[in-house]
């Protein structure tokens, strides 16, 4: 059974930089792996994606190009690399991951398209 567990994410002064990870257990197979945050009261948001082989990276437009996303399948970790963060970058964070390792072939935007998810990271960021 495949379990995700995030962390890294704190409380932190607009315009810093924080570090998100998710590390996954229960397989050594790769998924493709999207991080989504939400507010309270609101839908999950697509933030980011990665697909299985690390080739290819989708990001949302709020992102701006402040964030990377990057895999290290040794230690079965995705990394979400935020910088310039901004108070509207306040979240709680999760990282998913479809059903299926490897190629993926639905929409890794979409939240639908996922199976497992984690617990979260919560993100403040203070002006």
């Known amino acids: 059974q495949v379990k995700l567990v995030e962390s890294g994410g704190r409380q932190v002064q607009a315009g810093d930089s924080l570090k998100l990870s998710c590390e996954k257990t229960?397989?050594?197979?790769?998924?493709?792996t999207g991080w989504f945050r939400q507010a309270p009261g609101k839908e999950r948001e697509f933030v980011a994606a990665?697909?299985?082989?690390?080739?290819?990276?989708y990001f949302a437009d709020f992102v701006e190009g402040r964030f990377t996303i990057s895999r290290d399948d040794i230690k079965n970790t995705v990394y979400l690399q935020m910088h310039r963060l901004k108070p509207d970058h306040t979240d709680v964070y999760y990282c998913?991951?479809?059903?299926?390792?490897?190629?993926?072939?639905?929409?890794?935007?979409?939240?639908?398209?996922?199976?497992?998810w984690g617990q979260g990271t919560p993100v403040t960021v203070s002006s």
């Open positions: 998913a991951t479809p059903i299926h390792t490897g190629p993926f072939h639905g929409n890794l935007l979409k939240e639908r398209e996922y199976h497992d």
């Open positions: 229960g397989t050594f197979s790769a998924h493709a």
């Open positions: 990665i697909t299985w082989n690390g080739r290819q990276e």
